[in-house]
């Protein structure tokens, strides 16, 4: 099984400044067909998840463009540009190059 | 508007059993993978169970093979889990999540689409 784990666990960040989490996987998620099977969620309080990023780098419908993803292989990283009060929460990285796929233990973020 | 509802949930004893069930609706339910995800109190999300658009193909974590079956009613825009044999450790809220994927020549992405979820309780 793929193990994923993140760093840091938790964050405190202030508004308008960075942010950044990484995400590695036990193996490399990269498929024959080319695409690294790595996605990002957000788990605001109280809320069901969201997805934020697919295939490493996409943005999910609607999500705002501060958020980015890079990597390949084994690492991985999630940029928030520009942190808003609204992206406090958990993020997860999951892999989906297994089926079902696994998650990372999550990184709270919280705003200073 | 694209919405998944659960429901089912409940207290149960260990070694018992419940169906859960998850309506869709906004969107060609036959068209998508989909998936059930559960979050223990106070912990991260597990993938629990996938199903492929035609419901051939289905996937689960090995806590959970030979207890639960995952199912799917594509004329009636459901998804099912049956939960057999259950376990403290499966107390948990439970996620009906739909997959990005909606081609049949796609793989699992990632879930684009997620229920509020549908607590399931296992004490004696």
């Known amino acids: 099984d793929i193990v994923m784990t993140q760093s840091p666990l938790s964050l405190s960040v202030t508004p308008g400044e960075p942010a950044s989490i990484s995400c590695r996987s036990s193996q490399s998620l990269l498929h024959r067909n080319g695409y690294n099977y790595l996605a990002w969620f957000l788990q605001k309080p109280g809320q069901s998840p969201q997805l934020l990023i697919y295939l490493v780098s996409n943005r999910a419908s609607g999500v705002p463009d501060r958020f980015s993803g890079s990597g390949s292989g084994t690492d991985y990283t999630l940029k928030i540009s520009r942190v808003e009060a609204e992206d406090v929460g958990v993020y997860y990285c999951m892999q989906a190059l297994q089926t079902p796929g696994t998650f990372g233990p999550g990184t709270k973020v919280d705003i200073k | 508007e694209v919405q998944l509802e659960e429901s089912g949930g409940g207290l149960v004893h260990p070694g018992g059993s419940l169906r859960l069930s998850c309506a869709a609706s906004?969107?060609?339910?036959?068209?998508?993978?989909m998936n059930w995800v559960r979050q223990a109190p106070g912990k991260g999300l597990e993938w629990v169970a996938s199903?492929?658009?035609?419901?051939?193909?289905?996937y689960y974590v090995d806590s959970v093979k030979g207890r639960f079956l995952i199912s799917r009613d594509n004329a009636k825009n459901s998804l099912y889990l049956q939960m057999n044999s259950l376990r403290v450790e499966d107390t948990a809220v439970y996620y009906c999540?739909?997959?990005?994927?909606?081609?049949?020549?796609?793989?699992?992405?990632?879930?684009?689409?997620w229920g509020q979820g549908t607590t399931v309780t296992v004490s004696s």
């Open positions: 999540a739909r997959d990005l994927c909606s081609s049949i020549s796609c793989r699992p992405l990632g879930m684009d689409v």
């Open positions: 199903i492929k658009q035609d419901g051939d193909e289905k």
């Open positions: 906004g969107f060609s339910f036959s068209s998508y993978w």
